[in-house]
């Protein structure tokens, strides 16, 4: 385990824990092994993540200086996603409980909902003291229920990080939102203004009505015109927010990358180059069709072949 301080008890070295390579891939598929890139990404798709672990009793109770029949671990996988440094998010999956005299290691597998992944997958595992010992043969020997005693991380980055793809979904909106004012609306765009520093792909879907079945076509076909039609309105639609609410457009220049304020913000250099945000909103005022076609023009998708 590296860290960058001392930790003030005693745990667990590399040689006592052995842990099987992550294997990873899109559900029902064969899983392989994790690779600096996942291949093939699509945020519509779930992803599975597997591993086993398994620790010599015999070693780990010598490292913490713990009777072996007191010792008692537990396994704690986290899983995280979004670009920098760090995750965006992370969330604890599961807290297993590690059998030290079975035969067998501990298979660890969890599922990760595609539309909430962004950029990068982060995956953590933590070996934690599960209860504390009534005989400790050193002061230094762990005592607190939760003591991380060993971790590892491993990171995947996702193809081309999701910023090529936009969260779509086609879906019968009588079926999914019976009752609602927008049920026979050509789409629906799901996103919160003031969530500006999430990650894109996982806080913001366009649902697209198939109950209109010559739209949903076009847009499963991948026509160019009706896909910069809607792109175009999901720019207005967001931009427009941010310049409504003084204190978002504040923000915009702290989002990180793939964030839903670093999209906005790279719309608004694309259709408005070198214009103030005060100039932007000044034009939404007083021109407004010049403002929503300047939107419009900077949604051209290009060549899509």
Not at 101 to 121: C, F, I, N, T, Y
Request: glycine residues 10%.
């Amino acid at each position: 385990m590296t860290t960058n301080f001392a930790l003030p008890f005693l745990t667990l070295p590399d040689e006592a824990v052995t842990l099987a390579h992550w294997m990873i891939g899109r559900v029902g598929e064969p899983p392989a092994p994790m690779g600096p890139v996942l291949d093939n990404w699509d945020y519509a798709a779930d992803v599975e993540v597997r591993t086993s672990i398994r620790i010599d009793i015999s070693d780990a109770a010598k490292m913490l200086a713990i009777p072996e029949e007191e010792l008692k671990l537990a396994v704690v996988l986290k899983i995280g996603t979004g670009r920098g440094r760090f995750p965006r998010v992370m969330e604890r999956v599961s807290t297993i409980p590690l059998d030290l005299h079975a035969a067998q290691p501990l298979d660890l597998e969890a599922l990760v909902p595609g539309g909430k992944l962004s950029g990068r997958v982060y995956l953590r595992l933590d070996v934690v003291l599960a209860a504390p010992s009534l005989t400790q043969d050193s002061p230094l020997s762990p005592s607190r229920v939760g003591s991380r005693l060993w971790s590892r991380e491993f990171s995947v980055e996702l193809e081309d990080g999701g910023e090529n793809r936009f969260p779509i979904e086609v879906v019968s909106f009588v079926k999914v939102f019976p009752g609602h004012p927008h049920v026979a609306a050509p789409w629906y765009l799901s996103w919160r203004p003031g969530g500006l520093a999430a990650d894109f792909v996982g806080a913001v879907r366009l649902y697209v009505n198939s109950d209109h079945q010559g739209l949903a076509e076009r847009v499963v076909d991948g026509d160019r015109l009706t896909l910069e039609a809607i792109l175009g309105d999901v720019m207005v639609q967001m931009v427009g927010a941010v310049l409504d609410a003084e204190d978002l457009g504040d923000q915009l220049g702290d989002c990180e990358d793939g964030s839903v304020g670093a999209q906005i913000s790279g719309w608004m250099e694309l259709a408005f180059q070198g214009r103030s945000l005060e100039e932007v909103r000044g034009l939404r005022r007083s021109q407004p069709g010049n403002f929503h076609a300047c939107l419009h023009a900077a949604a051209d998708l290009g060549d899509m072949e």
